[in-house]
């Protein structure tokens, strides 16, 4: 089974984000960019099944500025094949990933893509979904448990009150969520081999894609700062500030 795995460049999760004084966006100069961690599960769920016999090959995909590379890099640390860059300067949003990616399955029809369930930078959750929608593909999204045999797949999901076990007919889409895994930290030596495992570089334009923005951003803000709490001397005190100064009972 062949599986390809998105993989996206975002501003590192640890990173306090600045908005930028123009209120057009975040500050992304100068800052420490990662893999989004919802991808360092999906690829560390896709090395498993190669690990385990089940996948016969992994392909790394990132879409975006030349530092993808180092994105796929890290895919490829962790035990990925071969990489594939869509290379581009322009900003790309969902939809425009998700044509890319359908290309790149039509290219290399992949048995599974498996995706992050949403990247912490735009926090859209819609590219495997679109993805699945322009191959007419099956969906299993928020994996936390994945159980792939030959043509199906068993995707389990949380859901309110539960866990939900979705069977799916292979070729499908498949969304990682949070409790899937624990991804692997990449070993030296692991490190100095991806050196040497290729990556195929294209553009937008080689796969025909447009990729223009359908949506524009009006504008970016920080969120209201919390006021200071104050402490009071009593329960009466409490039940009257709540009462007169908050309004809520
Ligand atoms: P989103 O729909 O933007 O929240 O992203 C969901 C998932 O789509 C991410 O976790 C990635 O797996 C994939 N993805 C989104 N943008 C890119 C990109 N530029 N390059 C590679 N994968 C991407």
Redesign the pocket.
Known sequence: MKLL?????VIDYNVKVRVKADETGVETANVKMSM?P??EI?VEEAVRLLEAGTATEVIA????VQQ?QETIRTALAMGADRGIHVKTDEE?Q?LA?AKL?AKIVEKESPDVVI?????ID???????QMLAGLLGWSQGTFASKIDLAEGKANVTREVDGGLETLAINVPAII?TDLRLNEPRYASLPNIMKAKKKPIEEMSPEDLGVDVAPRLTTLKVTEPAKREGGVKVESVAELVDKLKNEAGVI
């Open positions: 795995v998105a993989v996206k460049r989004n919802f991808d999906a995909v990132s879409m975006g993808c790309l969902p990933v990616l995706l992050g369930k949403q990247a735009d926090d859209s959750n819609q590219t495997g969304t």
